[in-house]
């Protein structure tokens, strides 16, 4: 037994160990970003190296923090990323229950139409898209930029290879209880898929936050930015050489909410990445 | 066209009507679009440009300075947009119904937008709101212009420079009895220069991004074909001249001052500042816009820079010339805009040509030829250095997709210290992409 256990332990430290330097070798960067965001811009255009923030400032910060316009951007792009996840939810999980459990007429080409939109890389409908936005007079509003990012067709097929593997044997309990298709959907398969849907949701909201070119082109109207718009705009035409610790502090300030999300909900992204559509 | 000049010449009919009649104007919003960054933080109640510093604080100032002083009763409302996305969303107001009244444009990225047409004629409008475009200067003024129309006010010019660090040529017995730098007048000179200054010093002779990202030597390139009288676009800008003897002169003299270890190849943008800050390259290589920063840094005394100069981009070939773009300001063509708002936006880009020194202290160099002789700009630090630059500026002939064909060049070119490529298969490469793109203008 002990001579078992032996190399698997070895095994399990030497995968530790591997594991650990990965992890320390992806946070350096991000390491490296804080202290860049924490030194003063001259220092940082003599010199970008070192982890440790000396001399140090909050000067980026506060250049961040004191704009009037911030608040306005996070607003905005907490109401579009909330209304987008809420949405996104309640749409890929209908389409997925109906698309595993309902029978109708050409449920299968639906489905596989509904698998081609994963193919279809997302700046090819850009200008379309944007034409079709400007028919409506949609731009610079919530709509146009909650609306082309509702069909997720990863998160359609997310739910349906769920629903799939839910047993048939829940679903005909509740109809032997004489149970609506709708309360069988709200009572019995919600309520099972909440980790799928959480990670749906988590990865829908992150998507939300960090877009940057739908809002860049839709939200033509300074009013109308979104953090991440915002942020970029503020920044000098050298940033990268100029105004390096400005451009590192906004990058922190705009990933701060999506961190925070990360650490309280961090079980079901890992959850969710090993769900993913490979399995 | 005619239509277009008509309307210009309506508005601005309405401009004098409107200054007239000052009391009795309405307030109008002139919106204002523009790169540059933010800094309402600071400047956002400075009312007096000349209080102000950098681009960004200048620009700011100057456009709270005419909204507190026009007699039309006209407001700016500034958008700013990154600098990285700005044409993107320019681009994209067209079709969203919210285009600015203002915006500025680089040289090289007008031809795009003046020959479809989203861009309002200025001609007729400067002629008659008193802005001579004889002052401009003759590359700022080609700049401006698509077609034989002037699209645009230029506002500035933004040439390479050689940016120097004088104790490291004093080390190398590289500077003039008058102390200014010895710097080279051919090829030759360049190279048996840049040696003695590596032997002497230990050190690179040039700094210059050379990661394929700005095309920095692309640009020198492009000067040295000037250089050389030859124009790499043409006049109509349908045809190119890179794959040519000059082209491989040239490239050459690019490939030797790498291959001697005169460059360090391995540095960018950022990468290259560092190096010249920190002392550990002689010159850099990089535009106007710097200026003030390095001067700042030398100053500060806390860079390994302290004896800062700036010098004109040698002249290694017969004629002198520099590569150059230009910041201008347009207005954008909006078939939604009233007379009143059109001449609030003549008024506005009246104002910013009047305070076209304002914007010089940015360390760009001004395209009023006015300024350019003005005691008030030689006294600003350095200009007089580089103020010949103004005149040896070149800019590409107005052809479509500059910034297309300025990428399929680098990318090319940039392979010939990168990769190895020889500079005869480099600029063969280079030809076949830019004919590829210019055959698409047509």
């Known amino acids: 037994m002990a001579a078992g256990r032996g190399p698997g332990r070895l095994s399990d430290r030497l995968i530790l160990g591997a594991t650990t330097a990965f992890a320390v070798l992806w946070l350096i960067p991000i390491v490296w970003v804080v202290a860049m965001s924490l030194k003063p811009n001259a220092v940082l255009m003599r010199s970008t190296a070192g982890l440790i923030p000396a001399p140090f400032t909050l000067e980026n910060y506060a250049g961040i923090v004191e704009r009037a316009t911030v608040p306005t951007w996070l607003m905005h792009s907490l109401i579009v990323a909330v209304s987008m996840t809420a949405l996104v939810l309640i749409l890929s999980s209908l389409a997925g229950y109906a698309f595993a459990r309902l029978d109708f007429p050409f449920r299968r080409t639906l489905f596989v139409l509904v698998l081609a939109g994963l193919m279809v890389p997302e700046q090819a409908v850009f200008i379309p898209l944007h034409t079709i936005m400007s028919t409506l007079g949609l731009h610079n509003t919530y709509t146009a930029l909650v609306l082309p990012r509702l069909a997720v067709p990863i998160g359609v097929f997310l739910m349906t290879q769920f629903f799939r593997a839910v047993p048939k044997e829940l679903e005909e309990a509740a109809a032997l209880d004489h149970a609506s298709r709708l309360t069988i959907f709200l009572k019995v398969m919600l309520p099972l898929s909440v980790p799928a849907l959480t990670t749906l949701g988590l990865f829908t909201f992150i998507y939300a936050w960090n877009d940057y070119l739908w809002p860049l082109v839709s939200a033509t109207q300074a009013d109308r930015y979104t953090v991440t718009v915002g942020l970029a705009s503020i920044q000098s035409n050298f940033a990268f050489s100029e105004g390096l610790g400005a451009v590192m502090a906004s990058a922190v300030f705009a990933s701060l909410p999506i961190v925070l999300l990360f650490l ?16 | 066209m005619q239509h277009d000049r008509l309307l210009s010449r309506l508005a601005l009919a309405g401009a004098l009507t409107l200054t007239a009649g ?7 919003e002139i919106s204002f679009f523009r790169f540059f960054g933010e800094c309402q933080a600071e400047y956002g109640s400075v009312n007096t440009a000349a209080e102000a510093n950098g681009e960004c604080g200048i620009i700011t100032a100057l456009a709270n300075q005419f909204a507190a002083e026009n007699t039309l009763g006209a407001t700016v409302a500034t958008q700013i947009v990154d600098w990285g996305a700005y044409y993107d969303l320019l681009t994209a107001t067209y079709s969203t119904g919210s285009i600015p009244d203002v915006a500025v444009m680089h040289g090289s990225v007008l031809p795009n937008f003046a020959e479809r047409g989203l861009l309002m004629p200025l001609g007729p409008v400067f002629a008659e709101a008193g802005i001579d475009t004889a002052d401009f200067v003759p590359a700022a003024l080609a700049n401006a212009t698509s077609g034989g129309e002037v699209y645009a006010l230029p506002y500035d010019l933004h040439a390479l420079l050689w940016h120097v660090n004088m104790d490291l040529m004093a080390e190398a017995g590289l500077v003039n009895p008058d102390g200014t730098p010895i710097l080279p007048t051919s090829p030759e000179e360049l190279i048996a220069q840049g040696r003695q200054f590596k032997e002497r010093t230990g050190k690179f002779y040039l700094a210059s991004e050379s990661q394929a990202a700005e095309g920095m030597m692309v640009r020198f390139w492009q000067s040295l074909m ?32 790498y291959d001697e270890g005169l460059v360090n190849p391995a540095l960018d943008y950022a990468g290259a500042e560092q190096a010249f800050l920190n002392g550990e390259a002689g010159i850099i290589m990089n535009g106007t816009w710097v200026v003030d920063s390095y001067d ?9 820079l302290k004896n800062y100069r700036v010098a004109n981009l040698p002249t290694l070939f017969g004629t002198p010339a520099v590569w150059a773009d230009s910041h201008m300001w347009v207005i954008p063509a909006d078939p939604s805009r009233s007379p009143e708002e059109t001449a609030a936006a003549v008024a506005f880009i009246k104002f910013l040509n009047d305070n076209s020194f304002q914007w010089s202290r940015t360390g760009h160099l001004s395209v009023r030829q006015s300024v350019i002789d003005s005691p008030e700009f030689a006294s600003l630090p350095h200009r007089t250095e580089y103020a010949e630059t103004a005149t040896r500026a070149r800019a590409l002939p107005p052809a479509q997709n500059q910034r297309a064909i300025f990428n399929a060049m680098f990318t090319d070119f940039n392979a010939i210290w990168l990769t190895g490529t020889e500079p005869a298969d480099a600029l063969a490469a280079m030809q076949a992409s830019v004919e590829q793109i210019l055959r698409r203008n047509r």
């Open chain 2, 296 to 304: 700042t840094q030398a100053r500060s005394g806390e860079a390994a």
């Open chain 2, 226 to 257: 000037w250089q050389q009288g030859v124009d790499v676009l043409s006049a109509d800008g349908k045809t190119a001249s890179i794959d040519t003897p000059e082209g491989l002169t040239a490239a050459d003299l690019v490939k030797a001052m």
């Open chain 2, 22 to 28: 000052a009391g009795a104007a309405q307030a109008v």
């Open chain 1, 264 to 279: 309280v909900f961090q079980r079901f992204i890992v959850a969710g990445v090993a769900m993913g559509p490979g399995k």
